[in-house]
């Protein structure tokens, strides 16, 4: 492995390493625009040109590999005026509206600007005037006078999505990013370019206006939306207290994982968001009627007895891969306790969707394979299939859309509902209880790959929802018998 | 006076833009002598033959063959620099459209010495005629056996095919001129890796422009020494000299390449114009410094005079300069020139290029201000050396050494605040075309 | 449309390249769409057309379109005027040339004449500085040329349109 001198360090680093990434291994962030490690290198911003010793120009860190010997100055005075020289090219066209650019916050070029530049303008010529807030697609809005024409886009859409929508047309200081003739920037994975876009050149239509992002909390967890369990940060602001319909929730973007998700998240599940605020069961309630958590906790358990009482091989649990594997642990060995062995996590009636040869799985569930390994049996079709003739008196169901629910609540002597969200099956249930989401609390996902991937609490559950093994405990204090200690 | 020609020879003989005429003429002896000799024989011959690179930056040719990668079995390839585009410049159209075979020979003899089997000429697309030239000729070298399968007979195989551009000063870099082949914007590549190792197609390649190409079948004819012999140290051979601007013979000229800069515009090409004396004079295209005349022309017309000169000799294109023209309005034209043809990959080329032509449209215009000049001076140190390629370059060369050498009469024009004609020192009203913002 | 004879063309065109570098041919080809097209100018659906033929994207082939200047998405002139004005044509004249086309056809750079014969581009360098002021209209090129021989040349194109 090569050994080399950055700033006066030594270090080794594997064969191919560019200058950016082995640079920051000794703690010197080399700025940069145009290089992305998920892309191929462009090198035409020039942002990340570094001093070598025995070269006579400057190089760009991004496309130089290291070698035995070499030594490197990423501060020099050559450098600082480089990287002012390029700072100053790229400011004199820009339109510097950070007031209404939602980049603000995070801008490479308010970064950059403030680390390496801070020189006032020297221009007095007109700016290059072109289109601003351009709708090019669901998600995105194009201002034009904010690019840097980095290419990060266009690589994206030609290399990861490789729908080919984006382009750089025209020459020289006029030329712009734009959509193909006929074409919208429409594919499954089109956010992404906004992650990318290291300005506010493309911004998202969905956030759009909604807050700036240093009133934003991060939290690392990963995408609940389908079995790829995506890393993400999960953006929330608390502040105001959040009471009912207050906004919690503002914006997901993915986290880098080299062997998940590499550094992107499909639409689907970067807008999926909207669900921790949208429409949540909040309350528990009968029959739809709205009641404490603490009745409704009362009724489960009495109806739960009941049933167990006449005989648990009449009473069924139907789980969800939407829990948590700690949420699913908890309510297996509830049922154990209780008696119930009829427990599966319906792996035939979960929610499917769209999938892809890239992230998007069919199954739209965060942890069947966490049910699935805990040796939870998949199919719900037997168990629904006695419900419906009447052979079982008692059924619990945890965030599965029975299609038949009023008529199963008709047949049952006890039907209940845990739930996450609002739905016909939570109005028809007996009693239903509200469920937090994996965003308010703390557990494990494992994904399609068998990777264990921990989800953080990010905000207090809704309401009075609470988390499936809290609510777990809960009926196992009013249901089982207190073990004496000692 | 008149010295041996032989790049130009066939020029007056319309025969010989045929394939018989060409060989009636002497062509293509110097293919069949080359096919007897060793590939690594040629290509020293052609650096004992002082060939330097005729497309602007002078290579030792012989040394560039030298760079493509030893027994290597995948393809390679020969692309010929045809996109004359450098202001000043029009060597290789004549070139290709009086002599085609000339170039064809050379090409030949080339991918033989350096185990090239393809070779692509791309000609500037608005070269319509030299392009059908290229094109009549290289049908005729298939059906003569020159090219194809066994060239001249021998077990050489050679394919070689004309290939137009559309409009773009930058397809004359070499790299930008590969991506134009590929199919793409005329976009420079990074380097390294350098063309010789992964060019067109991502293979092997070696870019060389027509005039070099042209010189390689006279090489082989006559023999390095005797080329080497016409021209001066390490600058073998004739070379062609454009002349243009304010002269009284402009034209193309076939000198020895040990010609002087005074004795090329005063004993060939007849000196100023009645009543005029010449002010500068640019040697090399526009991208190379300006010279004072008559202080600084007295000076070898090779590319290592010129360089110690502080100049080039580039792809030389000899702009001249009289003392009616503003070297201000002059300067507008070329930065204006650079900024339509800069490509816009990369920061510095693409902002700065347009920044100095605004600047100095202003300027131009009677809106300047003496701090101008230097600000000039200092955005071109953050243009030079950080680009992907030297379009860059060849802006700030023009720009610096037009103010610097000229400085007094820019402050002039600057103190006067007002827009004068290109010639003859005259108040002009500013073009509504040009008001307002640029 | 592509028509047959057309098609014929791109094929030998194609066959220059090597086969897994088809869009190498793209220029070749858009010359051949606009030189053929009423109006000598690439519209949307004709760059669709060549990228579907060749096998790219058509962002590809925009890209294409939209750098070089030989290439236009705008109807062209049935003369269009290619008048050099970089710097060895400016020191020998072309700003009359310039004056001579807007006084006696109305038109600037980038602009087509009501009647369709004649548009205007001031362009770059056309490698023919020794002959300087110069002008290239299709495949002719016309040199040392003045107001009053500029206004003649006029004339006698617009007799032949």
Same mark, same amino acid.
């Given at each position: ?117 801070? +020189? ?151 807008? #999926? ?13 009968? #029959? ?140 028809? +249930? ?57 | ?12 003989? /319309? ?61 390679? !390839? ?6 004359? *585009? ?10 290709? $459209? ?118 390689? /079948? ?34 193309? !000229? ?15 090409? *007849? ?128 720009? $610096? ?7 007094? $009469? ?16 005259? $108040? ?11 | &449309? ?78 269009? &005027?290619?008048? =050099? ?8 004249? =072309? ?29 770059? =360098? ?36």
């Amino acid at each position: 492995m090569p050994k080399l001198t950055i700033n006066g360090k030594e270090l080794e680093v594997p064969a191919g390493t560019n200058l950016i990434q082995a640079a920051k291994q000794v703690g010197s962030e080399v700025p940069h625009f145009c290089y992305h490690p998920g892309l191929s290198v462009a090198g035409n911003c020039r942002m990340c040109l570094v001093e070598i010793e025995k070269a006579p120009k400057l190089q760009i860190a991004c496309n130089t590999a290291v070698t035995e010997g070499m030594v490197v100055f990423t501060e020099s005075e050559k450098v600082k005026k480089a990287r002012q020289g390029v700072m100053e090219f790229l400011l004199l066209n820009h339109p510097i509206d950070c007031p209404i650019c939602d980049c603000a916050g995070e801008c490479y070029l308010q970064d950059y600007y403030m680390a390496h530049d801070k +020189a006032p303008s020297r221009t007095e010529e007109p700016k290059n005037k072109k289109a601003k807030a351009e709708d090019i697609g669901p998600h995105v809005m194009l201002d034009k006078e904010r690019c840097v024409l980095c290419s990060r886009c266009v690589r994206f859409t030609d290399e990861i999505s490789k729908t080919h929508e984006l382009g750089i047309f025209g020459r020289g200081s006029t030329e712009e990013i734009d959509l193909a003739p006929g074409m919208r920037l429409e594919n499954d994975y089109s956010g992404n370019v906004v992650d990318l876009c290291p300005v506010g050149a493309l911004t998202d239509k969905d956030f759009r206006f909604k807050s700036r992002p240093w009133f934003l909390r991060e939290t690392n967890t990963v995408c609940g939306g389908c079995a790829m369990g995506c890393n993400i940060v999960l953006n929330t602001n608390l502040n105001p207290y959040n009471k009912v319909g207050q906004k919690r929730a503002y914006r997901i973007y993915p986290r880098e994982n080299a062997e998940v998700n590499q550094f992107w998240i499909c639409d689907e599940g970067r807008y #999926s968001y909207h669900a921790i605020d949208e429409n949540r069961k909040e309350g528990a309630s009968l #029959s739809g009627t709205p009641v404490t958590l603490d009745f409704g906790l009362a009724r489960f358990s009495e109806g739960l007895k009941k049933a167990i009482a006449a005989g648990a091989d009449q009473v069924a649990f139907l789980l969800s891969p939407q829990m948590t594997t700690e949420e699913l642990t908890a309510w297996k060995e509830l049922a154990a306790a209780l008696g119930v062995t009829q427990v599966a996590y319906g792996d035939d009636i979960k929610r499917t969707g769209k999938a892809d040869a890239f992230l998007m799985k069919a199954d739209k569930n965060p942890n069947t394979a966490g049910a699935a390994a805990l040796g939870i049996a998949p199919a719900a079709a037997p168990l629904l299939a006695k419900a419906a003739d009447g052979s079982l008196k008692a059924l619990v169901v945890v965030d599965h859309e029975l299609a038949n629910a009023a008529e199963l609540a008709g047949k049952l002597e006890f039907f209940a509902f845990v739930a996450t969200h609002n739905t016909p099956t939570d109005k028809a +249930a007996h009693v239903s209880l509200p469920r937090a989401m994996y965003v308010e609390q703390d557990g494990h996902f494992t994904n399609v790959q068998g990777k264990v991937q921990e989800v953080k609490k990010a905000m207090e559950p809704i309401g009075e929802a609470k988390g499936g093994v809290e609510l777990a405990a809960q009926l196992s204090m009013r249901l089982l018998p207190v073990k004496a200690t000692a | 006076m008149s010295s041996p020609i032989f790049l130009t020879k066939n020029f007056k003989n /319309p025969e010989a833009q045929t394939y018989d005429g060409y060989v009636k003429a002497g062509g293509y002896a110097a293919l069949k002598k080359a096919l007897t000799m060793k590939p690594e024989e040629i290509i020293e011959e052609v650096k004992k033959g002082n060939l330097r690179g005729r497309g602007g930056a002078g290579f030792p040719a012989g040394v560039k063959w030298g760079f493509l990668p030893k027994n290597y079995t995948g393809p390679k !390839y020969l692309c010929v620099n045809a996109d004359e *585009g450098e202001p000043g410049t029009f060597k290789d159209g004549p070139l290709m $459209e009086f002599d085609p075979h000339q170039m064809l020979e050379g090409i030949a003899i080339t991918c033989y010495a350096t185990d090239i089997h393809s070779a692509y000429v791309y000609i500037r697309g608005e070269f319509h005629k030299a392009f059908r030239a290229v094109e009549l000729a290289i049908e005729e070298c298939y059906a003569k056996g020159i090219f194809g399968p066994n060239v001249m007979g021998s077990n050489f195989s050679l394919e070689c095919r004309p290939h137009p551009g559309a409009g773009a000063y930058i397809c004359g870099e070499e790299t930008g001129l590969i991506s134009s082949l590929e199919g793409k914007k005329g976009f420079p590549k990074l380097k390294p890796p350098f063309p010789a190792i992964k060019g067109l197609f991502d293979c092997p390649t070696l870019v060389n422009n027509v005039e070099t190409l042209a010189c390689v /079948p006279h090489i082989i004819n006559m023999g390095a020494e005797a080329w080497a012999a016409l021209g001066c140290e390490k600058n073998g051979g004739t070379k062609l000299y454009c002349v243009s601007g304010q002269i009284s013979k402009p034209g193309l !000229y076939e000198l020895p390449h040990s010609v002087t800069l005074k004795e090329l515009l005063y004993d060939h090409c *007849g000196g100023p114009l009645s009543g005029r004396t010449i002010k500068a004079v640019i040697p090399g295209g526009s991208s190379a410094k300006i010279l004072k005349a008559p202080d600084e022309i007295d000076v070898r017309m090779d590319f290592d005079s010129l360089g110690k000169a502080g100049t080039m000799l580039g792809s030389a294109a000899v702009i001249v300069i009289d003392d009616s023209t503003s070297m201000v309005r002059a300067l507008d034209n070329l930065l204006r020139f650079y900024a339509h043809e800069s490509c816009g990959q990369c920061t510095p080329c693409r902002e700065g290029t347009k920044w100095i032509s605004k600047i100095i449209r202003r300027v131009a215009n009677g809106q300047g201000e003496i701090e101008d000049l230097d600000k000039i001076l200092g955005i071109l140190t953050n243009m030079v050396g950080n680009t992907i390629c030297v379009l860059a370059d060849a802006a700030a060369f023009p720009a $610096e050494s037009f103010i610097k050498k000229f400085r007094p $009469e820019f402050e002039e024009y600057i103190k006067r605040g007002k827009r004068m004609s290109m010639t003859g020192w005259r $108040e002009e009203a500013v073009p509504k075309a040009m008001a307002g913002a640029h | &449309m592509i028509t047959a004879e057309l098609k014929k063309k791109f094929d030998v065109l194609l066959g220059y390249y090597p086969a897994d570098q088809r869009q190498a041919a793209v220029i070749p080809l858009l010359h051949l769409m606009q030189d053929t097209a009423s109006g000598n100018y690439l519209t949307a659906e004709s760059q669709q057309l060549v990228a579907d033929y060749i096998g790219m994207p058509v962002s590809k082939v925009h890209e294409v379109v939209s750098f070089y200047t030989m290439l236009s998405e705008k109807p062209r002139g049935k003369n269009h &005027m290619l008048v =050099c004005h970089t710097l060895p044509c400016d020191l020998t004249g =072309c700003s009359s040339v310039v004056s001579a086309i807007a006084d006696k056809l109305h038109i600037h750079d980038g602009e087509v004449t009501k009647d369709g014969k004649f548009s205007m581009e001031e362009a770059e =360098c056309l490698a023919r500085c020794g002959e300087g002021p110069v002008m290239q209209i299709g495949e002719t090129v016309y040199t040392h040329l003045t107001a009053e021989k500029t206004a003649a040349l006029i004339d006698e194109l617009a007799r032949k349109s």
